[in-house]
């Protein structure tokens, strides 16, 4: 079975760029989440989808970040204008609902932003 | 809202010696209970989890962990480290899981990076 993809796996960009990151879940995984880890510190989450809606996105910052996926597989998480305490790595992970006690995490992306 | 703390930042341990890795969380409900493993530039790998029934779960790569509700812990053990075990540990709680399927984002400790002497 394949896992969690993540791409790209590095990014390094200048502040108030934008980027964006893709997922791509296990497959027939219903819910998909987003952390952010910065350096030293333990994944935190951003947002989770449960098929194409979102289920809770309290900790994400609306105002420059934004995620979607539209057709309930894969997703895309944008920062527009980045900062540079956005430099992280972020981190995809899915589940199934018959198993949900378990996520399974991509490599993430590790952005830096200059 | 729950809480994990770990409060280990960095242990050393010799390679053959016995490990126990610290964890506290704070939730007001019975808590579902994991162990991650991140290794340099890797994803986090799943070492074992808690829902319920015996309080000793057990692991992958030889690892175990006791919850103890009168303590909040949920403690991570070794028996004898091997070099590979060099890596950053970290304890995750979640809530409990929603009637709908799926399960709540999980709460993350700010980890234990575990270094092996030869």
């Known amino acids: 079975e394949a896992g969690v993809a993540q791409s790209p796996r590095y990014k390094i960009i200048e502040k108030r760029q934008s980027v964006a990151f893709w997922c791509n879940p296990i497959s027939g995984h219903a819910t998909l989440y987003w952390y952010q880890q910065i350096l030293g510190q333990g994944p935190k989450l951003l947002i989770q989808?449960?098929?194409?809606?979102?289920?809770?996105d309290s900790q994400l910052p609306k105002d420059r970040f934004s995620a979607e996926r539209l057709k309930g597989v894969d997703s895309t998480l944008k920062i527009q204008p980045a900062k540079l305490e956005d430099s992280a790595v972020y981190l995809c992970?899915?589940?199934?609902?018959?198993?949900?006690?378990?996520?399974?995490f991509g490599p993430g992306t590790r952005l830096t932003v200059l | 809202a729950q809480s994990v703390t770990q409060p280990d930042i960095h242990i050393t341990v010799s390679e053959g010696a016995s490990l126990e890795l610290r964890c506290n969380y704070s939730?007001?409900?019975?808590?579902?209970l994991f162990w991650y493993v991140q290794s340099p530039g890797q994803g986090l790998q799943l070492l074992l989890k808690?829902?319920?029934?015996?309080?000793l779960v057990q692991g992958i790569k030889g690892f175990e962990a006791e919850f103890k509700r009168s303590q909040s812990s949920f403690n991570l053990r070794k028996p004898s480290v091997h070099w590979s075990d060099a890596a950053e540990y970290f304890c995750a709680v979640g809530a409990k899981m929603y009637s709908g399927g799926g399960a709540d984002g999980l709460t993350f400790g700010k980890g234990t990076h575990l270094i092996i002497q030869p």
């Open positions: 808690y829902f319920s029934g015996d309080t």
């Open positions: 992970a899915s589940s199934s609902l018959q198993h949900t006690d378990t996520q399974y």
């Open positions: 989808f449960q098929n194409n809606g979102v289920v809770d």
């Open positions: 939730y007001g409900a019975t808590p579902y």
